[in-house]
């Protein structure tokens, strides 16, 4: 276990955060990040949080959030749409570090709930998720937009 230091991300930590999720087979460009951050920056409705090891210069791991309207209920939606940890950090508690603070902020935020989506080829993050407390609830079917040529 090491203890994590966890803020909110700068636009600043725009390349360290795309290698971050490199670490999840994602190609982000840090140019879209620095596009996110930005203009996430006076966002009531999105959050990053970012980890560090003191002693340390380099990020260890990313978590963002954000807050949807429930048409059907009142309050909001928290959904965890990327949490990323290097793969040396990983098993010492950044995740639920990163996690903690996701949630901390989207309950703050008037969330009802939250909720995360893990690909069926993570057996491990599933595993993750269960022990920090979510459960396996529904079945999310998702459509791609055509491409066009």
């Not at 990020?59 to 949807?68: K, P, R």
């Amino acid at each position: 276990m090491c203890n994590p230091n966890v803020r909110q991300a700068a636009v600043a930590d725009a390349a360290e955060i795309a290698a971050c999720l490199s670490a999840l087979g994602y190609g982000t460009l840090a140019s879209l990040v620095t596009e996110r951050l930005t203009s996430f920056t006076k966002s009531p409705t999105d959050a990053v949080f970012v980890a560090s090891i003191s002693g340390h210069a380099s990020l260890i791991g990313v978590v963002s959030v954000h807050l949807l309207p429930l048409f059907h209920a009142p309050g909001l939606l928290g959904r965890i749409t990327s949490l990323a940890v290097c793969d040396e950090a990983r098993g010492k508690g950044v995740g639920k570090a990163l996690v903690t603070a996701a949630e901390e902020w989207a309950w703050a935020a008037g969330a009802r709930r939250i909720e995360v989506t893990s690909g069926d080829h993570r057996p491990a993050a599933h595993a993750f998720y269960q022990a920090t407390g979510y459960s396996l609830d529904e079945r999310r079917f998702i459509k791609h937009a055509a491409r066009s040529s």
